[in-house]
């Protein structure tokens, strides 16, 4: 893998905007450079870099993807890889593929296969990436919310748009609760596409 060796910078601060003001046109500049990208939580204490991982329709921080691979016609693998340029689909086989959109919670969640329609309130995520970083535009910074939510996911955090008005079972104040994770997108060389499908 490599990436683009720049260094990083941060939008100016301003109030966060409601989920359904947040995908708005980005400058088309802003799309990922590669074919294909994993996407990294870097965190600073301690400081430690893990994988973005797609399980059970919903990205969290760490562990393994959840995929399948019928029929031995693709690899399994331990990474999450989404389609390069927009960053608005994961790289799958599968008919139809998978779309990546921000739910009415905030959460980054993809589609499934057999029910490609997003759920009502939700909105495709338009990732941006600049100077390594993986984004929401028109957000206050490149920064996202990660959050436990043991009701999904017990011992993982679930990552979210960088909103003030998230919804996570549990959590009343998200700045208390949750911490704020910056993303890094890195080119992926394997393969394509990287699987048959996430589950």
């Given at each position: 893998?490599?990436?683009?060796?720049?260094l990083p910078f941060?939008?100016?601060?301003?109030?966060?905007?409601?989920?359904?003001?947040?995908?708005?046109?980005?400058?088309?500049?802003?799309?990922?450079?590669?074919?294909?990208?994993?996407?990294?939580?870097?965190?600073?204490?301690?400081?430690?870099?893990?994988?973005?991982?797609?399980?059970?329709?919903?990205?969290?921080?760490?562990?393994?993807?959840?995929?399948?691979?019928?029929?031995?016609?693709?690899?399994?693998?331990?990474?999450?890889?989404?389609?390069?340029?927009?960053?608005?689909?994961?790289s799958v086989g599968?008919e139809g593929g998978?779309?990546?959109?921000?739910?009415?919670?905030?959460?980054?969640?993809?589609?499934?296969?057999?029910?490609?329609?997003?759920?009502?309130?939700?909105?495709?995520?338009?990732?941006?990436?600049?100077?390594?970083?993986?984004?929401?535009?028109?957000?206050?910074?490149?920064?996202?919310?990660?959050?436990?939510?043991?009701?999904?996911?017990?011992?993982?955090?679930?990552?979210?748009?960088?909103?003030?008005?998230?919804?996570?079972?549990?959590?009343?104040?998200?700045?208390?609760?949750?911490?704020?994770?910056?993303?890094?997108?890195?080119?992926?060389?394997?393969?394509?596409?990287?699987?048959?499908?996430?589950?």
């Amino acid at each position: 893998m490599k990436t683009i060796s720049l260094l990083p910078f941060f939008l100016a601060l301003s109030a966060a905007v409601p989920v359904h003001e947040s995908t708005q046109k980005r400058d088309p500049g802003w799309e990922a450079p590669f074919k294909a990208v994993t996407m990294r939580v870097m965190k600073k204490d301690p400081s430690r870099e893990e994988y973005l991982q797609a399980y059970e329709s919903r990205f969290w921080v760490g562990g393994e993807p959840s995929t399948s691979c019928p029929d031995n016609k693709c690899s399994e693998i331990n990474e999450t890889v989404l389609n390069g340029g927009k960053m608005d689909s994961l790289s799958v086989g599968v008919e139809g593929g998978q779309r990546i959109y921000l739910d009415a919670d905030g959460a980054l969640r993809y589609t499934s296969p057999s029910d490609p329609v997003m759920p009502p309130g939700s909105h495709t995520a338009n990732l941006n990436y600049a100077y390594d970083w993986v984004f929401v535009p028109n957000q206050p910074g490149t920064w996202w919310w990660a959050c436990p939510n043991p009701e999904l996911r017990k011992g993982y955090y679930q990552l979210f748009g960088p909103f003030n008005n998230i919804t996570v079972p549990g959590i009343q104040d998200p700045s208390k609760s949750c911490y704020r994770a910056d993303v890094a997108g890195f080119e992926y060389t394997g393969p394509l596409p990287a699987t048959y499908v996430y589950n």
